[in-house]
Every structure is written in C-alpha cells, then in structure tokens.
C-alpha cells in the first residue's frame, strides 16, 4: 500500500450524501476521526430554509440540518453545501451560516434529481454558468469581513456533453468572477461523471455514468490557481494517495456510509495516526450514545433518527442481530407524547443500545454474566 507523504498537507472530505450525513452521522465520524483530518459535508439546505424559511429560528429544525455541536471546536472542517438558484437566497443564506459560525459554505451544482432541477438548482446550474457565477458572486459578498469561504461542487459534464470545453467554460466563469479581495481561493470539487438529467435516477447517476477522473486532473492543470479536490468511485486508500498525486483534494462517499471507520483507516495509513491513537468502538459508542441522549433531551429528536446513523457502525459477526436488537427495543420503548407535544421514552437511547449489544452477545453464545465485547463490532483501523 503506497503512502504518498505529500498527502499529509492535503485535505480528504466526506461528501455530502442525502439521508446520510446528517448531523447525527457526523457526529459518529467526528468521534471515529477526532484528529481534524477530513471535512465533514452536510446534507443540502435549501437556500430558501433561510431567505424564506427563517430556519436560524427554530433551533429545533435547525439542529436536524446543522452540525451545531461540530461548529463549537470543529467548525474549520464542517462544509454546509446550499441549494440555490437566485443570487438573493444564496447571499442570505451565507450571511446566515456565518453568523453560526459555519466556516465554508458549498454551492451544489451537480445534483441532477428531478425535484432539484425543478427548483432550478444542482447539475442543471452548469447549463447557466453566468447564473452561477452570480450566486457564487452573492455568496463571496455575504461572506465578506467573516471567516467563511466558499466553493462550488459540479460534474464534469451534462447529458451527452462532457467535453472539456463545456467544463472549461463552466470552471472560467466560476474562477473568472472570484474577487481579488475574497481572502480565499477559488475551489471546486470534480464530481468524475457526467450528470443525465433525465433517463437516470440520481442512484443510478452516482455509478452508471462512466469515470472519468482524467478530465478532473486535466482541468487541475489547466486552472492552477484553482483548488480542485476529485469526487466520485473512491473506495480506498490507494485511491485516495493516487487521486492526491495530481488534485489538491479527495472526496469520498458512499464508502463512508457504508464503512464509516474508513476515515481511521485513512488517518492511519495516509496522516500516519498511530494505531494505538485510533478511538476504540467501544469508545465511539458510548460518547455517541451520550451525545443522542444530549440531543434528545434538547430537542426530542427521534431514537430511530440516532440509530440510522449507527446502521453501518456494527458490522461482521451479531451486527445485524445487534441492528435487529435496537429496532425492536425502540419501537417497545416508545410511549406517547405529553402534553407539549414531546415525545417520551421508556429509557435513554444509550441504554437501549447498551441493552441491544448485550442480547446480541447473549445470542451468540457469551455468558449473561460477562460485558459484551463491543469493539468485536466495530471495524479497526489496520
């Protein structure tokens, strides 16, 4: 396994990922991975939830989309990414997010579901780069005097058109209308597919369209003053330390959701973390089971919300029994709400899933009497 030392001044990043990278599972990974190598992405706001909706306003639903507790010691490796498709809405919501504390803000140009594309915002942006430019343009201005920047995260073409001219013309239009006075340079994350807009769920546009990480690299080369961090078909460390060979960046996903512990592989064997600083499963665990029963307490957010987040932590032997376990204990723990409309529990999440690796231990032949081996549930990091 090649380890590139280069690699340890660059920057890796969990990409954002719908009903995935709530924060509740950033939380999770910012436990797996407390060394503040890789950038944590959110889940797509729309920019209208603060122009329109005043989300800063309700701290409740505010906490089911923002990372609040990652921004108190965190915040220079959170990314919120926005939804936009007017200059006003996205200044505003810039405006809003720095305010919190939010350090860098992510334009989605690359989502091609159809919801989005009626909203007139994602992968069909690229199709009107003066348009985009102008919302990048906003939200620069909105970040002005704070410590928030701002990037942009496309494909490398849309429907039949993937040639470099039309990328070329999107990255010059973005890069061209950066201000001198931003304080920041222009950045742009290279989802390695093109986008079809139709024809393809956006499942199917996250693997069907072929790679091609060669158009990313070339347009690196082409565009030196700009960051360019690759995204797109990265599932392991190998790839990482190649992709850093010739991009200031990676990003990786559905890896992460599948494997979250990835990340400690990567901070072993790519930023040199010895083994031993490696947090234990078991560790993990209890201060994510203490930070849900936090969260709860604060804002009733729902247990099965918590253990969603927990679904590919347990893995190998008894996982799905401890899955299985979970589940039933939940939906037997759950007891009416009260009279303001709160939702009640039987026992705190962290017992629950104290209880739920117990059976699952129990079932596979351990004595009543002994604790359960909770790291035999967790991936390590060699």
């Given at each position: ?17 719908i ?27 729309h ?28 915040a ?20 809003e997010l ?20 009626m ?49 070329r013309?999107f ?9 001198p ?7 742009i994350?290279?989802?390695?597919r ?9 499942k ?21 003053h ?5 995204n797109?078909g ?5 790839d ?16 992460i ?28 665990l209890?201060?994510?089971t203490q ?10 957010t ?14 190998g ?22 009279a303001d ?18 059976s ?23």
């Amino acid at each position: 396994m090649a380890v590139a030392a280069a690699a340890r001044q660059l920057r890796t990043s969990v990409a954002p990922m719908i009903d995935v990278t709530d924060p509740y599972f950033l939380r999770l990974l910012r436990l797996i991975s407390p060394f503040g190598h890789h950038e944590l992405w959110t889940e797509m706001v729309h920019a209208n939830a603060f122009s329109r909706g005043r989300l800063v306003e309700d701290p409740t639903r505010l906490a089911q989309h923002i990372p609040l507790r990652e921004l108190r010691d965190f915040a220079p490796h959170v990314v919120v990414q926005i939804g936009a498709s007017a200059p006003g809405d996205a200044h505003a919501a810039v405006r809003e997010l720095a305010k919190l504390g939010v350090r860098h803000v992510n334009l989605n140009c690359g989502c091609p579901s159809r919801n989005v594309q009626m909203g007139s915002f994602g992968a069909v942006l690229m199709k009107s780069p003066d348009l985009a430019a102008a919302i990048v343009d906003a939200m620069r201005d909105a970040a002005r005097g704070s410590a928030c920047s701002v990037s942009v995260k496309c494909r490398i073409g849309i429907d039949a058109d993937e040639s470099p001219e039309f990328l070329r013309r999107f990255i010059s239009a973005i890069a061209g209308r950066q201000r001198p006075d931003a304080g920041h340079p222009a950045r742009i994350v290279l989802h390695a597919r093109r986008a079809w807009l139709s024809g393809l769920s956006p499942k199917k546009n996250r693997t069907v369209p072929a790679l091609n990480h060669e158009r990313a690299y070339e347009m690196a080369r082409e565009f030196p003053h700009v960051s360019f961090v690759v995204n797109g078909g990265v599932d392991s460390v190998d790839d990482v330390v190649g992709h850093l060979a010739h991009a200031d960046g990676v990003m990786i996903g559905r890896k992460i959701r599948e494997d979250p512990w990835f990340l400690a592989q990567l901070d072993h064997h790519v930023y040199g973390v010895p083994q031993a600083q490696i947090p234990s499963a078991a560790d993990v665990l209890a201060q994510y089971t203490q930070f849900a029963d936090e969260m709860h307490s604060l804002h009733g957010t729902r247990y099965t919300v918590f253990a969603r987040a927990l679904h590919a932590f347990f893995v190998g032997p008894g996982a799905k029994a401890v899955r299985g376990h979970l589940g039933a204990a939940i939906s037997a723990a759950t007891a009416s709400r009260g009279a303001d409309g709160a939702r009640t529990y039987a026992a705190p999440f962290s017992v629950l899933v104290q209880d739920a690796v117990r059976s699952a231990e129990q079932s596979r032949g351990s004595q009543p009497d002994q604790p359960a081996e909770l790291p035999s549930f967790g991936r390590a990091a060699g």
